[in-house]
């Protein structure tokens, strides 16, 4: 079933980001979308992530992706079924602007739009605790961006 096959639903960056700090998409994880700017901190990052996957931007999960673990854009098959619905971060540790690792525990509420015939749950929560780094700079003197390593239910 290719998930990555949709259409983005169109997001106006002046509606309320799907990542859940309150803020406009635009003035949110939109910048980090668009490439204007890097996700300064490892929840920030996770939060673009999540959002990323609320609006099917699969090239924005695979670039912010660690090389080591990133999968072929044809293997991250999103089920055109569900919807992201809220994001609640629980807990961070290190992550910030002068780390070098940080660990993101969050709680991701999703509901399915499939026919539930077969007994599939129509909604449930995935909590997972996410790993980030900070990569080698690209070029002298750039900056060094956070990635996302891996993850595994929490
Ligand atoms: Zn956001």
Redesign the pocket.
């Known amino acids: 079933m290719p998930g990555t096959t949709g259409t983005p639903p169109a997001s106006p960056d002046a509606e309320r ?3 859940g ?1 309150g ?1 406009a ?1 635009g003035a ?2 939109g910048r980090y979308h668009r490439g204007e700017a890097d996700a300064p901190t490892a929840e920030a990052l996770m ?2 992530r999540y ?1 990323a996957f609320a609006l099917r931007d699969v090239p924005y999960l695979l670039r912010t992706w660690h090389p080591d673990d990133r999968p072929d854009e044809a293997e991250v098959d999103l089920d055109p079924d569900q919807r992201w619905v809220r994001l609640d971060v629980v807990e961070t540790t290190a992550g910030g602007p002068f780390d070098d690792r940080g660990t993101v525990i969050f709680e991701a509420r999703w509901r399915s739009t499939a026919a539930h015939a077969d007994g599939a749950p129509a909604r449930g929560v995935l909590r997972e605790r996410s790993r980030f780094v900070r990569a080698a700079p690209e070029a002298p003197g750039a900056p060094r961006r956070w990635l996302y390593l891996d993850g595994e239910l929490a």
């Open positions: 980001c799907p990542c700090t803020d998409y949110c994880c939060r673009s959002t």
